[in-house]
């Protein structure tokens, strides 16, 4: 069965400091890789997805990930944090195919800009 | 252009009744799934439903049951309900497309059972 790990819980980091969300996923097939976003009591957010190609991806809010197929990671970075991102980060892997596809959803990191 | 809305927004039930959660997809969007999310933790899939079947199911007993409508609404259904099905509960919808469309959520319903 597939699966995806966040490998941490909480991630505290200065203002201005740059950061990075650590996923990975297990799946012996080809998969469609995002990260989404929640803010309390708000619904999830889309903040990047990997389909194909390029392996480093943009997203909003100046947030990037890269896949790396060898390793099966597919890490959130940012250069440098705000006091608004302060939220709950979700990385997802969909597989299967169309009829089939299922989304898994990792166990998310909750990141904390301190001022 | 309406994201997907779910209602109502909160829920305070008792233990043993039953309870029926609404979701109306982004416009566009054919296929709705229900994830359960309980306090620090991430979504569980519940189940998925195109053309008004459930196409897949998550590890959830059969007291959790669904319907979509012929306007791809849908909604989630809990019979005999338990303390720990206390969860902000997450519609999202999506076209179903071979290519990795994202899922659309929206903000949930809180349902908390005492």
């Known amino acids: 069965a597939q699966s995806v790990t966040q490998l941490d819980s909480q991630v505290p980091v200065f203002e201005e400091a740059p950061v990075e969300l650590r996923c990975n996923y297990s799946s012996s097939v080809s998969v469609y890789l995002f990260w989404y976003v929640q803010y309390p009591n708000q619904g999830l957010q889309l903040l990047l997805k990997y389909l194909s190609g390029s392996t480093l991806v943009k997203g909003i809010n100046g947030f990037e990930a890269e896949f790396n197929k060898s390793q099966t990671s597919f890490h959130l970075r940012k250069p440098s944090v705000h006091i608004s991102d302060t939220a709950e980060y979700f990385c997802?892997?969909?597989?299967?195919?169309?009829?089939?596809?299922?989304?898994?959803f990792g166990t998310g990191t909750r990141l904390k800009v301190l001022a | 252009d309406a994201g997907v809305t779910q209602s109502p927004t909160h829920l305070i039930k008792t233990r043993g009744q039953q309870v029926t959660l609404r979701c109306s997809p982004k416009s566009g969007h054919d296929t709705v799934s229900w994830y359960q999310q309980a306090l620090g933790q991430g979504p569980q899939f519940i189940f998925q439903y195109y053309e008004e079947e459930e196409r897949q199911r998550g590890n959830f007993p059969d007291r959790f049951s669904g319907h979509q409508f012929p306007n791809y609404s849908s909604e989630l259904n809990v019979n005999a309900l338990l303390l720990g099905d206390s969860a902000l509960y997450l519609c999202a919808s999506s076209p179903d497309s071979p290519m990795g469309s994202p899922l659309h959520f929206g903000n949930g319903t809180r349902l908390t059972v005492t």
């Open positions: 997802a892997v969909r597989s299967g195919t169309s009829g089939t596809y299922k989304y898994i």
